[in-house]
């Protein structure tokens, strides 16, 4: 399984930006899929997540801005960032989890710069 992450960029704090991850298997049946960030010198965090059962999970700093979703006909999972800080700026990678040995995947990073 490959997945192809892809949208991050510079951009303006305020600004928006929307991250894809392509895989290159069929994702009807995932266990779990999700974004992870790492900021420079620090580890890397669960950003949001999508359970099989349709449960969404954000942390606390990205709630009310960021949104994650997935579109089972693209194999593809998206996140949606609104009102960017610089304290989103990161690489962002994307994570999906089958639960079957050797998942879980993850995607390579896109990286996220917020500034003015």
């Known amino acids: 399984v490959q997945l192809q992450a892809s949208g991050g960029g510079l951009v303006q704090p305020g600004g928006s930006l929307t991250l894809s991850c392509a895989s290159s298997?069929?994702?009807?049946?995932?266990?779990?899929m999700g974004w992870y960030r790492q900021a420079p010198g620090k580890q890397r965090e669960l950003v949001a997540e999508?359970?099989?059962?349709?449960?969404?999970s954000y942390v606390d700093s990205v709630k009310g801005r960021f949104s994650i979703s997935r579109d089972n006909a693209k194999n593809t999972l998206y996140l949606q960032m609104n009102s960017l800080k610089p304290e989103d700026t990161a690489v962002y990678y994307c994570?999906?989890?089958?639960?079957?040995?050797?998942?879980?995947?993850w995607g390579r990073g896109t990286l996220v710069t917020v500034s003015s």
């Open positions: 994570n999906m989890d089958w639960g079957l040995f050797p998942g879980p995947y």
């Open positions: 298997a069929g994702i009807f049946n995932i266990v779990t």
């Open positions: 999508i359970t099989s059962g349709g449960r969404i």
